[in-house]
């Protein structure tokens, strides 16, 4: 069994910053992708920001340039600073990550619980 715990959200102005930190635990042999997605009232959810194992990022286009993901590999933990906020990145956010466990070894995709982020003046 594979859990993402979440932390970082809150209120915070427009033009502030924030920081979402996730943290994997459980049965973990491997973890591939890691990711942020969002889901604001009434719209689907979208992915914000991933990161592979080696590395490689990618970013909707409504955040390059303001949001940066990054990942510990060693604490199996990926963040998401977000500067620049507008009061549009109003949103859940969910922690998603590609993982590989063990006993039994098998792919799994594991969501976190999400994390309310409020831009607002």
């Known amino acids: 069994q594979v859990q993402l715990v979440e932390s970082g959200g809150g209120l915070v102005q427009p033009g502030g910053s924030l920081r979402l930190s996730c943290a994997a635990s459980?049965?973990?042999?491997?973890?591939?992708?890691m990711g942020w997605y969002r889901q604001a009232p009434g719209k689907q959810r979208e992915l914000v920001a991933g990161?592979?194992?080696?590395?490689?990022?990618n970013y909707a286009d409504s955040v390059k340039g303001r949001f940066t993901i990054s990942r510990d590999n060693a604490k199996n933990t990926v963040y998401l600073q977000m500067n620049s906020l507008k009061p549009e990145d109003t949103a859940d956010y969910y922690c998603?990550?590609?993982?590989?466990?063990?006993?039994?070894?098998?792919?799994?995709?594991?969501w976190g619980q999400g994390t309310l982020v409020t831009v607002s003046s």
């Open positions: 998603n990550a590609a993982v590989m466990t063990t006993a039994p070894v098998r792919s799994r995709e594991v």
């Open positions: 459980g049965r973990i042999l491997s973890i591939n992708f």
């Open positions: 990161v592979t194992t080696g590395g490689s990022t």
